[in-house]
């Protein structure tokens, strides 16, 4: 439910006709997009100006959106034709978005270095020489080129090198493409009953809206420049102290000036040991759109998860003299996966309407007089036809039936939990469960269970199941709920997200590849993570094969636990409105992302119930621009400071991340 203190920024009344995609706009689209691939590519492997698309509001998107506001500026005067509107804008703003989802980790990223690592790094030690038998070989490239690819100083533009690769690429490209449309078909059924019915706040999307708002400017608001101005000025002091160590700062990140977990050790307490304070401004900024509940839940559920370790230590199930079944009590990544998953099925049942009346329309083929129901159904169609897809695609890959089926419900669960975790916190950034489908599904059935071709073809499939920041399903409602606030329509959108989507995933492969055939997969000059996550799934694969464990009761009840608290806390939260008790919170509790946030959440939370008590909805409102500005100042400095290091050629202080 849409809180009283939250505001929709809405067009003027003339202009709430609904929007179709112009043809500008697709030309603008068709020479951004690949633009945008070859930075982040680029600029996060080789220049490393940082995450330019893991942030949920992604900071290269946002600058070419103030890039396309100050072009307006400059335009309306010299050339008023030349403009674009608040919607094309909008429309640009979705596209970005939905094509640096595609390029970034968790997606293009991943699957390109996952191809050949097992063949490249299979040492007697890790022995997965055994499992080359197993590869699916239709979808991997000759590995006679691979070594060009891992240790450079080659060109990826020959003959050879395009041959190899040409098969994989577009075999993996139809099941992206496939991918992503399953989730977006999913958001289009969807999206009446998270923006028309519940109305969730969606506190990412105050800040295009704000920004592009046409009736009384944000941009002459002095709380917006004020806003602006603290990030500007204290992210520049520490990118300065970064370069020269004896300028002062004042930190705001997470580090070891702002960490409580220096004063915990081992014993009772080592659970706390972790806990750090931080002060994103771009994460204050964000969180003052979120609901005061969800915000509540988030931090307090934070601290019960840490209370519920030390009760664990307390007891004995934890620590030095522990039995080692009892290791992983209290089970807290098997209850983040059972948290996700029952999100994503509550979401599901209330939808529950919009995805009947779908069904029936497409069952009795009736021409309806509401065109919103025609489009949810044809997205149900188009639902089934990407689904179906993906389970032969996996099958064709020597995977079980039963077990991609098990693996595509579980994991779509998850990002549906996952987008509903942000239509309501927002947050600026969003880890998935700790506990991924891939390895609960395995442990829970049983790598004994699984024959080595199964598990090996699961591994091929982790590419998309490991760093959730960028996942394509929340950017999707997100710019849904664009598209309804700013009077766009909704077929449109989707139909620019399907072009952005389809440019990205054949542009970031091919990007991709010149990089490493020039630099060198393996080589110190590329970007580390990106190129040796795969050893972790891999990692895995021979710990599976070598396991002999049946049903893993233990991972079972752990999200069985998780699962039944969610679901207990959303029917308490629908019954009584007074409920505080947010099921996001605890959700998020016992992931990774509540680790840096937490304490500007509590911030936001602290100071907004003030803001609401003291000041009413008028002072609530005051504030907006001041919390846009917060974010602009973080994203702007971020950018800058990005550029200046590309520049100087050398590595700078991170806006966002603690290292």
Same mark, same amino acid.
Request: hydrophobic share 50%; glycine share 10%; net charge positive.
């Given at each position: 439910m849409l809180m009283t203190d939250q505001r929709e920024p809405r067009l003027p009344q003339q202009d709430r006709a609904s929007a179709p995609l112009g043809r500008r706009v697709v030309i603008l689209g068709i020479i951004l997009v690949p633009l945008l691939c070859i930075a982040v590519e680029y600029g996060e492997l080789v220049a490393w100006v940082g995450e330019l698309v893991s942030t949920s509001l992604m900071l290269l998107v946002a600058f070419t959106l103030c890039t396309l506001l100050a072009?307006?500026?400059?335009?309306?005067?010299?050339?008023?034709?030349?403009?674009?509107?608040?919607?094309?804008?909008?429309?640009?703003?979705?596209?970005?978005?939905?094509?640096?989802?595609?390029?970034?980790?968790?997606m293009v990223q991943f699957l390109v270095t996952l191809l050949g690592y097992i063949f490249r790094h299979a040492t007697p030690a890790n022995r997965w020489e055994?499992?080359?038998?197993?590869?699916?070989?239709?979808?991997?490239?000759?590995?006679?080129?691979?070594?060009?690819?891992?240790?450079?100083?080659?060109?990826?533009?020959?003959?050879?090198?395009?041959?190899?690769?040409?098969q994989p690429l577009l075999l993996w490209s139809l099941f992206m493409v496939a991918f992503v449309s399953f989730m977006l078909c999913l958001s289009l059924l969807l999206r009446r009953q998270w923006i028309e019915r519940e109305r969730l706040s969606?506190?990412?999307?105050?800040?295009?809206?704000?920004?592009?708002?046409?009736?009384?400017? !944000?941009? $002459?608001? #002095? /709380?917006?420049?004020?806003? &602006? =101005?603290?990030?500007?000025?204290?992210?520049?002091?520490?990118?300065?102290?970064?370069?020269?160590?004896?300028?002062?700062?004042?930190?705001?990140?997470?580090?070891?000036?702002?960490?409580?977990?220096q004063f915990f050790g081992t014993g009772l307490l080592e659970p706390l040991s972790r806990v750090t304070l931080a002060f994103y401004p771009m994460a204050l900024g964000i969180a003052y759109f979120a609901e005061l509940d969800v915000l509540f839940g988030c931090w307090l559920f934070y601290w019960l998860a840490r209370a519920e370790e030390v009760l664990c230590i307390a007891l004995g199930f934890r620590g030095p003299f522990a039995s080692p079944g009892m290791a992983e009590m209290p089970y807290l990544n098997q209850q983040s996966l059972g948290a996700f998953v029952a999100l994503g099925a509550v979401a599901l049942w209330l939808g529950k309407g919009e995805i009947s009346a779908a069904v029936r329309?497409? !069952?009795? $083929?009736? #021409? /309806?007089?509401?065109?919103? &129901? =025609?489009?949810?159904?044809?997205?149900?169609?188009?639902?089934?036809?990407?689904?179906v897809f993906l389970l032969l695609f996996a099958r064709a890959m020597g995977i079980p039936l039963p077990i991609i089926t098990l693996l595509f419900s579980i994991y779509f669960l998850?990002?549906?939990?996952?987008?509903?975790?942000?239509?309501?916190?927002?947050?600026?950034?969003?880890?998935?469960?700790?506990?991924?489908p891939h390895i609960f599904m395995v442990w829970a059935v049983g790598p004994a269970n699984l024959s080595p071709q199964a598990l090996t073809s699961l591994s091929y499939l982790q590419w998309f199941d490991w760093d959730y920041r960028g996942t394509a399903m929340a950017h999707q409602m997100e710019a849904l709920k664009i598209s309804s606030a700013a009077g766009l329509s909704a077929r449109s959108m989707a139909k620019g997200i399907l072009l952005a989507v389809v440019l990205a995933t054949v542009v970031s492969p091919l990007v991709l590849l010149t990089i490493y055939y020039h630099f060198g997969a393996d080589s110190a000059r590329v970007e580390q993570y990106r190129t040796q996550w795969a050893s972790m799934p891999l990692g895995l694969l021979t710990t599976w094969g070598d396991s002999s464990a049946g049903l893993g009761w233990g991972e079972i009840a752990g999200g069985l636990a998780g699962a039944a608290m969610v679901l207990a806390l959303s029917a308490l939260h629908s019954r009584w409105l007074w409920w505080p008790f947010h099921p996001v919170g605890y959700a998020l509790s016992c992931t990774f992302t509540l680790e840096?946030?937490?304490?500007?959440?509590?911030?936001?939370?602290?100071?907004?119930?003030?803001?609401?008590?003291?000041?009413?909805?008028?002072?609530?409102?005051?504030?907006?621009?001041?919390?846009?500005?917060?974010?602009?100042?973080?994203?702007?400095?971020?950018?800058?400071?990005?550029?200046?290091?590309?520049?100087?050629?050398?590595?700078?202080?991170?806006?966002?991340?603690?290292?």
């Open positions: 072009a307006n500026h400059l335009l309306k005067r010299v050339g008023p034709a030349w403009r674009l509107s608040r919607a094309e804008m909008l429309y640009l703003f979705a596209m970005l978005t939905a094509a640096g989802s595609v390029a970034g980790v968790g055994l499992y080359h038998q197993y590869v699916p070989t239709w979808l991997v490239p000759n590995t006679a080129i691979l070594q060009g690819f891992y240790e450079g100083g080659a060109s990826f533009l020959t003959a050879s090198h395009l041959g190899a690769w040409a969606f506190p990412i999307v105050y800040f295009p809206l704000e920004l592009t708002r046409e009736e009384s400017p !944000l941009w $002459r608001s #002095r /709380p917006l420049w004020v806003g &602006l =101005a603290i990030p500007l000025v204290l992210q520049s002091l520490a990118s300065l102290n970064y370069l020269f160590p004896s300028v002062p700062y004042l930190p705001l990140k997470p580090s070891a000036q702002l960490s409580i977990g329309y497409l !069952l009795v $083929r009736r #021409r /309806p007089s509401d065109t919103a &129901l =025609a489009t949810s159904a044809a997205a149900l169609g188009g639902l089934l036809a990407s689904g998850v990002v549906l939990g996952f987008a509903r975790i942000r239509a309501q916190a927002g947050l600026p950034w969003l880890f998935g469960p700790n506990h991924p840096w946030l937490w304490c500007p959440l509590f911030v936001v939370w602290l100071c907004k119930s003030l803001v609401l008590r003291y000041g009413g909805i008028r002072l609530y409102r005051r504030g907006i621009p001041f919390a846009v500005g917060l974010i602009l100042g973080d994203y702007l400095v971020a950018i800058l400071w990005a550029l200046l290091g590309l520049a100087l050629g050398r590595e700078m202080y991170s806006i966002f991340w603690s290292a």
